[in-house]
T-cell receptor, first 116, second 116 residues
Framework: AQSVTQLGSHVSVSEGALVLLRCNYSSSVPPYLFWYVQYPNQGLQLLLKYTSAATLVKGINGFEAEFKKSETSFHLTKPSAHMSDAAEYFCAVTSGDGGSQGNLIFGKGTKLSVKP | DSGVTQTPKHLITATGQRVTLRCSPRSGDLSVYWYQQSLDQGLQFLIQYYNGEERAKGNILERFSAQQFPDLHSELNLSSLELGDSALYFC???????????????FGPGTRLTVL
């Protein structure tokens, strides 16, 4: 069965600093991986997705993630944090087994704080 | 705005009661997913419908049920409510049955359920 682990429930960076949010996955089949962002009192918005094409995936708002099969990782990065990046970020994998194909399995989330 | 609408936005009710949450998917999307977000369990998949038929079940309690109507809107029914059912309930929609390989899931703003 698929699963996702996000290391660090809270990450704090200074404005302009590198953002690195970690995600490791476990999957018995080639995974489809996603990063979603949730701003306070809002729904989830897709940042980017990996669907077995290029291993370096570029998303919205300057975020990117690299799929590393050998490390079973899909870490999210942004070179320079902006105050508006403060939100909760979720890594997700789609299940691919049996009757539950397509639904998302989420990590616990990482809250990103950006200090001025 | 994802194009997915959910009503009501907030719902406060008492233990033992029954409530209905409503979701209208994006125009043309045939798949509807329901997720529950709580502090202790995180984001969990509940159930998926595709073009009116149940497609997959996740961690959905027997007290909960859902359906998708011919106009593709969906309802999630929660009965015999308990304090632990307090959570944010999200609906997401996707064009196809398998969201992982074919595209993303678009999330609504959620319904916040408080059980007193």
């Amino acid at each position: 069965a698929q699963s996702v682990t996000q290391l660090g429930s809270h990450v704090s960076v200074s404005e302009g600093a590198l953002v690195l949010l970690r995600c490791n996955y476990s999957s018995s089949v080639p995974p489809y991986l996603f990063w979603y962002v949730q701003y306070p009192n809002q729904g989830l918005q897709l940042l980017l997705k990996y669907t077995s094409a290029a291993t370096l995936v570029k998303g919205i708002n300057g975020f990117e993630a690299e799929f590393k099969k050998s490390e079973t990782s899909f870490h999210l990065t942004k070179p320079s944090a902006h105050m508006s990046d403060a939100a909760e970020y979720f890594c997700a994998v789609t299940s691919g087994d049996g009757g539950s194909q397509g639904n998302l399995i989420f990590g616990k989330g990482t809250k990103l704080s950006v200090k001025p | 705005d994802s194009g997915v609408t959910q009503t009501p936005k907030h719902l406060i009710t008492a233990t033992g009661q029954r409530v209905t949450l409503r979701c209208s998917p994006r125009s043309g999307d045939l798949s509807v997913y329901w997720y529950q977000q709580s502090l202790d369990q995180g984001l969990q998949f509940l159930i998926q419908y595709y073009n009116g038929e149940e497609r997959a079940k996740g961690n959905i309690l027997e007290r909960f049920s859902a359906q998708q109507f011919p106009d593709l809107h969906s309802e999630l029914n929660l009965s015999s409510l308990e304090l632990g059912d307090s959570a944010l309930y999200f609906c997401a929609s996707s064009p196809l049955a398998l969201a992982g390989g074919a595209g993303e899931q678009f999330f609504g703003p959620g319904t916040r359920l408080t059980v007193l």
